[in-house]
């Protein structure tokens, strides 16, 4: 049954309006015109703590307290007499003085014989949302005060919350940032979408390495974590609907790695020194014996003849001594030659070998204005080698191509790294804008003591390149040079079997 206004009147009596106000949730009072209380509801009672009858014909400012503003009370009441609804909030106190906050709706009576007012307790609203605000304040304090960048994203990668430490980077690289980071959370944590992330109390971490900004390339540390918080829209009510966000917290590395690098280039580069110093001591002291052992040899035998012909010679006996003299100072030298540190073979990325060279060799390219590209085949297979004596090998290498470059006098001043990969092989290609090596000095170069540098020359002992022929018999590798088609200079080609063959 439908029950319209004009017809209400048949279907409640007196007695069921008040049975009606008695029971609505909402505190509710009656006044006259004058303000004073002719009716309150139960509800009315329970929220002020005083009875009907400690109400009724008592004037509503026996709720008033003080710290209401009067403004407030002048806006009431102007509204009111004019005919109109008033809303707003007062400082009531209950019966036992306590404060409290009511929201009030007073509306004039078509009789214009009072007012009926709707009387609501939103003290307990009132100090939560303006927790909730305190709250959101201090997170965004904080928020804001952390010296790293902090982002919050949503399911669709769209920024729910930064702070300005992130917003100035994010500012550097634009889009890119962030679309950079999703995808390497993708990337390392094998999910085609971040809504596919298992939240876990533990967070997540991974390296960024971001295009080059103002001359350098920055790496940087993300700290990631997924939350879990409930959904607040109306239609999710029944549903207990989660909505899932990403908490990322950015560290900027680039110093620290850089800083890193260095100390382990600067321990690269003491390996390196110390181990051209073995190889060119073993060289050296090998010669020697090499050079003496044939005179030595020669003197011996002479001796020999003439105490068999000529037993009468008073110097006989002091050259036989002197010759085994001599023989001992060579085993003496053979002992003095210096043992390589061991060196297992392992597992050996040549790709990261050859970067490693080129870094070592930065600042001479750099001083020299000789650039340094470098051509790696991404896929290529680790090899069975031992590192220390591949690196060594391999900055002989760049560093005898610097040389012939500076000796060439070409403007042309480059030097070119490619690695390529073959069935068992690794093939690595060093090419110079240098002169070249004719081809008859092809295999000479790599022996000891040979160099085709002016006599003059600083360092020209010939020990570089033989360090790098026997690196290369260490590993069972192929050493080829020729002529670089693309460069007019030398190209030295290695061939790196992919599996050692002693193991």
Known sequence: MSITLNKIDDVLDIKEYQTILSTIPSAISITDSNGNIVYVNHSFETITGYKSNQLVGKPSSILSYKKTPKSVYFDLWKTINDGRTWEGELLNKRADNSIYIAEIKITPLPSNNGFFSIHQDVTDRNQTTISH?????????????????????????????????????????????????????????????????????????LEVDMPILQGESRTLECIFSKLSISDTSVENYFNHHALHQICIVIY????????????????????????????????????????LQGPMNMIDSAVKILKQTNHSCSGLNAMSEATQAGFQALDNIQLAIPERPY?????????????????????????????????????????????????????????????????SG???????????????????????????VPKHLTTKIFEPFYSH?????????GIGLAIVQQVINDHAATLNVH???????ACIEILLPISHGGK
């Open 343 to 407: 060196e297992a073979f392992q597992l050996v990325n040549i790709n990261q070998l050859i970067h490693d060279a080129v870094e070592v060799n930065a600042k001479a390219l750099l001083n020299d204005s000789i650039n340094c590209h470098l051509e790696f085949t991404g896929t290529l297979r680790p090899i069975e080698g031992k590192p220390a004596r591949l690196l060594l090998a391999i900055c002989q290498i760049i560093e005898n191509a610097i040389d012939a470059i500076n000796r």
């Open 483 to 489: 002529k670089s088609a693309a460069l007019n200079g």
């Open 252 to 291: 900027d590395r680039t110093r620290e790695k850089k800083l890193l690098n260095d100390k382990r280039l600067n321990t690269l580069n003491l390996m390196l020194s110390e181990s051209k110093h073995v190889h060119s001591l073993q060289e050296v002291l090998m010669a020697a014996i090499h050079q």
């Open 453 to 461: 540098k002016p006599t003059h020359h600083e360092g020209s002992r």
């Open 133 to 205: 605000s305190n709250q959101e304040s201090t997170l965004e304090t904080i928020f804001n005060s952390l010296p790293i960048p902090a982002v919050i994203i949503g399911n669709k990668k769209q920024v729910l919350g930064s702070n300005r430490k992130y917003n100035q980077l994010s500012l550097q690289y634009q889009a890119t940032l962030l679309e950079t980071i999703c995808k390497q959370i993708k990337t390392v944590t094998g999910v085609k979408s971040l809504t596919d992330l298992p939240c876990s109390p533990h967070a997540h971490q």
């Open 410 to 436: 070409n403007s042309e001043r480059t030097i070119t790294i490619t690695t390529l990969p073959s069935h068992h092989e690794v093939i690595i290609q060093i090419a110079d804008s240098g002169n070249g």
